[in-house]
């Protein structure tokens, strides 16, 4: 059985074909998919998404920091009411930092994150984090704020050291379609040396697609042919590599 760790199937791209999408992931395998939220919009359909398929569908919910011009003054608060409303929400995520060009200031990325960090750590909530060329400054927040649920680096890019870095503080890494690219060479050593259980399984679906696939929208079935890469780099057998990163996915999130 398969666990897609990080997929918005929530998106439009999905709205022609999701009843579908979700019948052919549960005759592939995948049981679980974790569908995690990155504005106070899309919350209402993230939450009715896991109304209506409540056995597969897990949800997060999370203030972006791609989508910081969205959030509203009050978000914050909206999301704590959420999160205190919802009792079913397993994470909060996805949050972040994001040290591209064209994104927010630093201090006004790091202002919403530890607001959420704070709410985490009052909620005993593991975190689902996008970390885009600031692993040592979320490392630096994280062992302030020292969550007692720990969490996933989502779309894991940072370094060895960094990923024992994070595992010390009880964090998982989320690897996609990023390690299916034949030049990939530093995915590829950090998935066959890293511990397979710092490891989940994930699409970032309709976003992050695979070798050979780039001319179309990801999809959640595509976190088989994940676990193959891995299963592969790593010499195992796709049952393992799928019960270990499982495992992994149900103990962080709590999911039975």
Request: charged share 20%; glycine share 8%.
């Amino acid at each position: 059985m398969f666990f897609d760790t990080h997929c918005h199937l929530d998106f439009a791209v999905f709205d022609a074909d999701r009843g579908p999408l979700m019948q052919q992931a549960k005759t592939m395998g995948i049981d679980k998919i974790l569908v995690p939220g990155v504005q106070l919009e899309d919350f209402p359909n993230i939450i009715q998404l896991q109304q209506q398929w409540p056995s597969q569908i897990a949800i997060a919910l999370g203030l972006h920091p791609c989508f910081i011009h969205n959030h509203p003054e009050d978000a914050i608060t909206e999301l704590t009411h959420q999160l205190n409303q919802h009792s079913h929400v397993c994470a909060l995520g996805e949050i972040g930092l994001d040290a591209r060009e064209g994104m927010a200031p630093e201090a006004v990325q790091v202002m919403l994150l530890e607001a959420q960090l704070k709410l985490a750590r009052k909620m005993e909530l593991p975190v689902i984090l996008h970390v885009v060329k600031a692993h040592d400054r979320m490392l630096s927040l994280l062992r302030r704020y020292a969550l007692p649920k720990g969490g996933v680096v989502h779309a894991f890019s940072g370094s060895f050291e960094h990923a024992k870095q994070y595992a010390k503080l009880g964090f998982k890494l989320g690897f996609g379609g990023a390690i299916t690219y034949t030049r990939a060479h530093k995915q590829h050593r950090l998935v066959r040396e890293l511990p397979l259980e710092w490891i989940l399984i994930e699409t970032d679906a309709p976003d992050m697609p695979l070798e050979g696939y780039q001319d179309q929208p990801n999809s959640p079935l595509m976190v088989v042919k994940v676990a193959e890469e891995i299963a592969e780099l790593r010499g195992l057998s796709l049952q393992s590599v799928a019960e270990q990163t499982q495992r992994n996915g149900c103990e962080l999130f709590g999911i039975n």
